[in-house]
């Protein structure tokens, strides 16, 4: 996996984002240095208010429309006076945080990423001077004393993945605790023979980091993603991901019960292998073969899965992800309520609790960009014309229930409702309405049956999900839209 690959996503991402956000600047053309400079401490300032491990400024992004419309900025050989831009940027930073800026390519345009790091035990000035961002312009940080104050707050405060599950670790005792095989396989790259070398690459991802005094701290990022064994780590000893399967639709009788061993990404595909084993599959005879087809679409289960993994609430003790496959449905379960309204999953800006495993989980393709996930899951439920997926809380954990195929007739109104909803959201979101058309090949009805659907189209206006594109729209030509839009 080349890092332009790794960027390229990256751009995409930031510019899914429905606005600006206090951690993420968009321009065109505009390299004013005392703007960037500027910037650049209100972004890392912001970063951290907003529990970001970084924040980006991008080049070559129409703000507003968030269209890639390229750049002609070129940070290389830009300049402030006679110094290199990037130099006299970091000069006048304190501290001096550690920004990169990277020229891509994207659909053909130029782009600029400008990767700057959230502040850390201390705001970051610009010049002698902390700035903040309020909405999508900044300000002086000491005109803002709440915000002040909050960031102050924030410095006391680390993410689970920085703090340290192991302590004071040699060489030799990180080699054994940590699959660095599979970090080396999961991240594209030649697994080197020299021992120095794969420390130095986990310590750049901040798997692990050097104490000062010749030994290792391995942090709970490492762990959770590459430990050997979760056992071996009592901070997430007990965030192994439990599989079960059950004899019927309740949990009266278990079947089988698998129990993950491994770090997350070290064991990922092993745990969706086992995962598709145990799940029923139709036999469809094609033209000349007859092929076992996965009853649940295998792309959504993955993601359901991943994203359990990445947004739990790690400060649960005793509890972690939950794979349960009843007959009929799947339930995935993390601890941990929703950072979002549940009516929201498929639209909202994407929130999450454990940033920087996420973007690592990313970065390495266990899960979707950024907030195209859950548009995959409906997506995919569409195009197998499934039940709708359902959100829930419970007792402080979210659930995701996935539902195996079910015929239209056998649906009640209530699911008939919620099938409606979501595909205007998915519509939605792709700038197109809903359609009596559109739901009819959602549900696989044809055209013959319109009446069908525009019952369904009724009860979803009656239960306020949806409201009509326009008012007084002919009934023939009638679209519409989420509630909420």
Known sequence: MSENGYLERLVRELTRLPAETQWVEFKENNADPEMIGKTISALSNSATLNGQ???????????????????????????????????????????????????????????????????????????????IRVGSTTHPLRDHGDKEAELWRQFDRQPFEVQIARSDCSAEQVIALLDYPAYFESVDLPSPEDRR??????????????NGAGHFDITNLGAILYARRLDDFPSVARKSVRVIVYRGQDRISTEREQEGARGYAAGFQGL???????????????????????????????????????HQDF??????????I???????????????????????????????????????????????GVDKVVFETELNQLPAPVWERQDGAFRVVLFAPKALRDM????????????????????????????????????????????????????????PYEEGQAKKVARYLPSWA
């Not at 070398?197 to 050097?210: A, H, K, N, W, Y």
């Not at 979002?340 to 909202?348: K, T």
């Not at 659907?453 to 009724?458: A, E, L, Q």
């Open 53 to 131: 491990e970084k924040a980006y400024l991008v080049w070559g992004v129409r703000d507003g429309t968030h269209e890639i419309v390229g750049t002609t900025f070129a940070p290389g050989a830009a300049k402030k006076g006679a110094e290199n831009l990037e130099a006299w940027l970091v000069r006048l930073l304190e501290p001096r945080i550690n920004i990169r800026f990277h020229s891509l390519t994207v659909d053909n345009q130029a782009v600029v990423l400008l990767e700057i790091p959230a502040a850390a035990q201390k705001p970051t000035r610009f010049s002698g001077e902390e700035r």
């Open 412 to 467: 009640d109104r209530s699911e008939k409702v919620h099938a409606c909803y979501l595909h205007a959201c998915l519509r939605h979101v792709r700038r197109e309405p809903v359609t009596n058309a559109s739901l009819r090949e959602r549900f696989g009805v044809a055209p013959g049956n319109a009446a069908i659907v525009s019952r369904i189209i009724k009860d979803a206006l009656e239960a306020g999900v949806i409201r």
């Open 197 to 210: 070398q794969i420390l130095t690459r986990l310590e750049e991802d901040r798997l692990i980091v050097s």
């Open 272 to 310: 969706m292998d086992w995962i598709d084993g145990q799940l029923p599959r139709n036999e469809v005879i094609g033209r000349a073969l007859r092929q076992n087809v996965p009853l649940y679409p295998e792309l959504a289960v993955r993601e359901l899965v991943a994203n359990a993994l990445i």
């Open 326 to 372: 009843f007959e009929g449905r799947i339930e995935i379960t993390n601890p941990g309520a929703s950072l979002i309204d549940i009516d929201r999953m498929l639209d909202h800006a994407p929130r999450s609790r454990n940033e920087a495993l996420a973007r690592f989980m990313r970065r390495i393709g266990i899960c979707e960009e950024r907030g195209s």
């Open 315 to 324: 400060s649960i003790d005793g509890t972690g992800p939950m794979v349960e």
